[in-house]
């Protein structure tokens, strides 16, 4: 019966294997895999499907795609119920400059966050997900050779295109489609805590798309066409890069805050009544400096005694922002040149009821209304849409049982302002989902990303982080 699955073994495992636990996930955090630069992917899914096999799976199966491959697996739990572990292994890239630790080793550092000292892996991925995914991967293990089996059966499905916007994802969903829809709702293991240690859970994610614009003297016919020239050519010539700039400065108000292509916000729906309350809810435990201090900023965009409007903007504003922008000289020193190039990337968030795919027509036909029919537009990622859970879905409230019996009740929030790719399990099999657990990680996409696996009593560390995941599921195995 799975009300008499036994816990306590599970976590007397994850104590004793504690050191073999954070062995493996250096193991897969040291594994190169840049999606983004096709740096070590295929080594990465083999070192997946390995793990799967470690922690006892029953099935493995490394999935050819159009582009990376997916790892799946498969493991019989204790109940008639089923969960799907959703995971990325593909990261970001690593060779920025600002890491004051090598990106790649997974070096174990004291750390002083507002919860309290810490130490904790510094290593792309340790944040945005192999860490979580390493946990997850661990608390299997610790499940088997406890108790004999999880509580509930698992299919994991671990992808490695998610930094690309998960291009092959559906097709490979669909095609798999009679495995997959074994699973009763989808569980995305991911940490959520503050760094002061407040807890966290969101009941959804924004949809992403990710695209360039460049200028060119080539396309527009003014200015340099094939090479930069000298600077003193100004005078009598026209600056492709003056004109992606004011080219841009149509799309938002002078702030950059409201977009001012026309139908952007036509789609956008506003929060429900049951919204409403969560988010009023969300504010009374709202810790604004924290937030601030941990993004190293100085202020919002409003004033930030007003919780429920910043919690309303992080989690219902569509945005339009720019994520680089660059042409002619940017190298040391001065090099006096008028470009004949220039580019930016640009993404936008879509939250409910926006389509992804029709955003880019939307700025494509901003540009051509405006006179700028010659700057090209190329999409970068795929993307997704947006998707939303309620609060009132058995694995949410599994979670959230979770969450009370280790720690307290979170801070429930309607979205995140992030994009995970959930609406493919949404609304292709028809599944719920959820996302979170105990535990702290932060700065996915910046230097120095970093997850805790020696907490405190604010902060959980490592052991902590795999008995919450083995109570989530079995818990979920009782709904």
């Known amino acids: 019966m799975t009300s008499e699955y036994d816990l306590g073994a599970v976590n007397s495992r994850v104590d004793r294997d504690v ?24 080594e990465c899914a083999e070192l997946v499907a390995k793990l799967y096999e470690e922690v006892g799976c029953d099935k493995v199966d490394i999935v050819k795609t159009k582009g990376n491959p997916v790892v799946y697996g498969e493991c019989r739990g204790e109940s008639d119920r089923t969960l799907m572990g959703y995971f990325m292994y593909d990261t970001m890239p690593y060779n920025e400059p600002g890491w004051r630790h090598p990106p790649m080793q997974a070096k174990t550092v004291d750390m002083k966050l507002p919860g309290g000292r810490v130490k904790a892996i510094v290593n792309r991925g340790s944040d945005n997900t192999k860490g979580p995914m390493a946990a997850f991967l661990n608390t299997i293990e610790a499940c088997n050779k406890s108790v004999g089996r999880p509580p509930v059966n698992l299919v994991l499905v671990a992808e490695g295109e998610e930094e690309l916007g998960s291009p092959n994802l559906p097709a490979y969903v669909k095609k798999d489609k009679k495995r997959l829809s074994k699973a009763d709702a989808c569980y995305f293991p991911y940490f959520g805590q503050d760094s002061d240690g407040a807890l966290n859970l969101y009941l959804g994610v924004k949809g992403v798309v990710y695209f360039e614009l460049e200028c060119s003297g080539a396309s527009w016919g003014r200015g340099p066409t094939a090479f930069a020239v000298h600077s003193a050519n100004k005078a009598w010539l026209d600056s492709p890069v003056w004109r992606l700039v004011h080219a841009l400065k149509t799309m938002t108000s002078d702030d950059g805050n409201k977009v001012l292509i026309k139908g952007f916000y ?41 919780k429920a409007g910043l919690i309303k903007l992080y989690t219902y504003a569509s945005t339009l922002n720019i994520d680089g922008i660059w042409g002619g000289w940017t190298e040391k020193g001065s090099k006096t040149i008028l470009p004949h190039k220039v580019t930016c990337k640009i993404d936008i968030r879509v939250v409910p009821d926006q389509k992804k795919d029709a955003m880019m027509p939307l700025v494509r036909k901003h540009l051509d209304s405006h006179g700028y029919k010659d700057i090209r537009m190329t999409e970068v990622d795929t993307g997704y849409d947006w ?84 109570h989530f599921m079995n818990e979920f195995s009782q709904t």
Request: net charge negative.
């Open 387 to 470: 998707c939303r859970c309620s609060v009132k879905e058995p694995v949410v409230q599994a979670m959230i049982r979770s969450f009370e019996a280790n720690g307290g009740r979170p801070s429930i929030w309607p979205t995140s302002g992030g994009s995970v790719p959930f609406y493919v399990f949404n609304r292709i099999l028809g599944l719920p989902f959820t996302m979170g657990g105990i535990g702290h990680s932060d700065l996915a996409h910046s230097p120095n990303e970093y997850m805790v696996v020696e907490g405190n009593k604010k902060i959980a560390g490592l052991p902590e982080i795999e008995k919450f995941m083995a």
């Open 266 to 306: 036509d789609d956008v729906a506003p929060p429900t009544e049951e919204d409403e309350e969560i988010i009023a809810e969300a504010a009374k435990d709202f810790d604004t400096q924290a937030t601030k201090d941990a993004f190293k900023v100085k202020q919002f965009i409003i004033p930030e005694d007003d």
């Open 19 to 42: 050191k073999r636990h954070t062995s493996r996930m250096r193991r897969l955090l040291m594994q190169p895999s840049s999606s983004q630069e096709a740096i070590g992917i295929e």
